[in-house]
T-cell receptor, first 114, second 114 residues
Framework: SQQGEEDPQALSIQEGENATMNCSYKTSINNLQWYRQNSGRGLVHLILIRSNEREKHSGRLRVTLDTSKKSSSLLITASRAADTASYFCATVITGSGNTGKLIFGQGTTLQVKP | SQTIHQWPATLVQPVGSPLSLECTVEGTSNPNLYWYRQAAGRGLQLLFYSVGIGQISSEVPQNLSASRPQDRQFILSSKKLLLSDSGFYLC?????????????FGPGTRLLVL
């Protein structure tokens, strides 16, 4: 089964609103990463949060990590039409060594209406 | 700066034909390399990863194979394609260090097996 599960699967909001996406995972992790994918394109890394961190910011992005609940959230503030994309969380499981293997969730599709 | 290339961008192949997808990385040495497959509207499934020349690890049993003939070259192959091999194939690289780092993705190859 998938390590990461995102919620909701799809989200539609108006430009200027905030968008929150959640990710849950099952096993102990080294870090959790969020990626963005525009339709038909490769993935772009957004932010990495390590297991000993609780919150991280990057521009309009805010990521939280709760290792006790095995969950993370991605908040995009003041959304723009250009934020329309699919967003994926991915985890590096403890014990992966130097393989750097990522386990991806199924993603949240975000639509921001102008 | 580092760049990652994949080709071809799109491929339509008949069932039973062979496959060769190529991925090359520039601007870095000794990267970890990854092949993923993404079904329509789904997350990424890790197929193979490599931590060095000639070192290939397979994540799922399948009809595909991978090879790494050079440090920055990763090839995905099949002797006989199946309909179920259709999908979006993504190559990625990461620095081999620490407990899991950012992965950088190529533009992907869309494969349709008819």
């Amino acid at each position: 089964s998938q390590q990461g599960e995102e919620d909701p699967q799809a989200l539609s909001i108006q430009e200027g609103e905030n968008a929150t996406m959640n990710c849950s995972y099952k096993t102990s992790i080294n870090n959790l990463q969020w990626y963005r994918q525009n339709s038909g394109r490769g993935l772009v890394h957004l932010i990495l949060i390590r297991s000993n961190e609780r919150e991280k910011h990057s521009g309009r992005l805010r990521v939280t990590l709760d290792t006790s609940k095995k969950s993370s959230s991605l908040l995009i503030t003041a959304s723009r039409a250009a934020d329309t994309a699919s967003y994926f969380c991915a985890t590096v499981i403890t014990g992966s060594g130097n393989t750097g293997k990522l386990i991806f969730g199924q993603g949240t599709t975000l639509q921001v209406k102008p | 700066s580092q760049t990652i290339h994949q080709w071809p961008a799109t491929l339509v192949q008949p069932v039973g034909s062979p496959l060769s997808l190529e991925c090359t990385v520039e601007g870095t040495s000794n990267p970890n390399l990854y092949w993923y497959r993404q079904a329509a509207g789904r997350g990424l499934q890790l197929l193979f990863y490599s931590v060095g020349i000639g070192q290939i690890s397979s994540e799922v049993p399948q009809n595909l194979s991978a090879s790494r003939p050079q440090d920055r070259q990763f090839i995905l192959s099949s002797k006989k394609l199946l309909l179920s091999d259709s999908g979006f194939y993504l190559c990625a690289w990461a620095r081999r260090q620490g407990n899991g780092e950012t992965q950088y993705f190529g533009p992907g190859t869309r494969l349709l097996v008819l």
